[in-house]
Nanobody, 125 residues
Framework: QVQLAESGGGLVQAGDSLRLSCAAS????????MAWFRQAPGKEREFVAA?????????YYADSVKGRFTISRDNAKNTLYLQMNSLKPEDTAVYYC?????????????????WGQGTQVTVSS
């Protein structure tokens, strides 16, 4: 099992940048695929980005964040990152990191077994 803890959220203005971190503990971090999801008030949790265990194929991104957000990981630090640039008010949500041994339905919340508690990102216009 792996434990996940997000940090780095906050209140920013439209056009600003923010970097989220997800610290992992427990099992070997490099054995897990990792992802970011987000959930706005009154909406379902939606996919943001995902990447495989170590290197491998290119990360996956939601169309709404492609070109603005970058997912990365540092296996030596057991940390996943989400660099968010050119933020928009519609990016406002609680952001969650997720982990799983499998690489299956990566765009669905049901495709991930382990979740952090989330960090709030608020983008003002």
């Amino acid at each position: 099992q792996v434990q996940l803890a997000e940090s780095g959220g906050g209140l920013v203005q439209a056009g600003d940048s923010l970097r989220l971190s997800c610290a992992a503990s427990g099992r070997t971090f490099s054995n897990y695929a990792m992802a970011w999801f987000r959930q706005a008030p009154g909406k379902e949790r939606e996919f943001v980005a995902a990447m495989r265990w170590s290197g491998g194929s290119n990360p996956y991104y939601a169309d709404s964040v492609k070109g603005r957000f970058t997912i990365s990981r540092d296996n030596a630090k057991n940390t996943l990152y989400l660099q968010m640039n050119s933020l928009k008010p519609e990016d406002t949500a609680v952001y969650y990191c997720a982990a799983d041994y499998r690489w299956g339905s990566v765009r669905l919340p049901t495709g991930w077994d382990y979740w952090g508690q989330g960090t709030q990102v608020t983008v003002s216009s």
